[in-house]
């Protein structure tokens, strides 16, 4: 559960490409959240990226660019590599990142990671009592148990350049080997529910949703 390796940034192009393709290139990346000078965050916040879901832009009915660009949707539509946030049923934040070269809308959604390090920062930021290694599924297993953990809010971090450690919250990776993934339809939507996008790293013990769904 330790992060012992480099963490070198993802530059922009690897995000200026099909969201299928980065949806699936992310999985065992670590998403990062560093103090800020306000000093918000008392360490380092990174979990490897274990669930993750492909948004198409304008021709995926179940996708937020679907209608066109609008001011809320406008970071969809790049450039690649930026943080877009969103605020759902009323009661928590989904994170995505920005694909395809400017212009072009595509999105890839967090669904799940894997903590590794500032876990007691996240437990705090969840609420939740860490009593064994059961509980560390509660902490980012899910897009908005995840966002909860890492602090993150559409005021704060949407528009965040991903692939720069200057913003505080980016996109790395290290020596991790992907393994074997899983491809399933996305879930908890209803618009184009029958796509195969969402892309798991296989036996991962924090992806989200009921076991059939792992």
């Known amino acids: 559960m330790t992060c012992l390796s480099p963490i070198w940034p ?11 393709r980065v949806a699936r290139e992310l999985l065992g990346k670590i998403l990062v959240r560093d103090p800020d000078k306000r000093g918000s965050d008392r360490t380092r916040l990174a979990a490897r990226i274990v669930e993750t ?22 970071v969809l539509f790049g450039p690649p590599g930026y943080a877009y946030v969103y605020f759902i049923y009323g009661s928590h934040y989904c994170l995505n990142v920005s694909c395809e070269r400017e212009g072009k809308a595509g999105g890839v959604l967090f669904r799940a990671l894997e903590p590794l390090l500032g876990i ?6 969840r609420d939740v009592v860490l009593s064994g290694p059961r509980d560390l599924r509660r902490l980012t297993s899910g897009p908005g148990r995840l966002a909860e953990a890492f602090g993150i809010t559409r005021v704060r971090d949407n528009g965040t350049d991903l692939t720069s450690p200057i913003s505080g919250l980016w996109i790395g990776k290290d020596s991790f080997h992907q393994g074997s993934i899983r491809i399933s339809p996305r879930i908890g939507i209803t618009q184009a529910a029958d796509r195969r ?15 059939a769904h792992r």
């Open 10 to 20: 993802l530059d922009r192009a690897f995000f200026a490409r099909n969201p299928r």
């Open 197 to 211: 996008l969402r892309y798991f790293l296989a036996e991962n013990p924090f992806v989200s949703g009921p076991k």
């Open 53 to 74: 879901e492909a948004y198409l832009g304008e021709n995926d009915p179940a996708a937020h660019s679907a209608a066109g660009k609008t001011p809320r949707n406008s």
């Open 120 to 125: 007691e920062e996240m437990a705090q930021a």
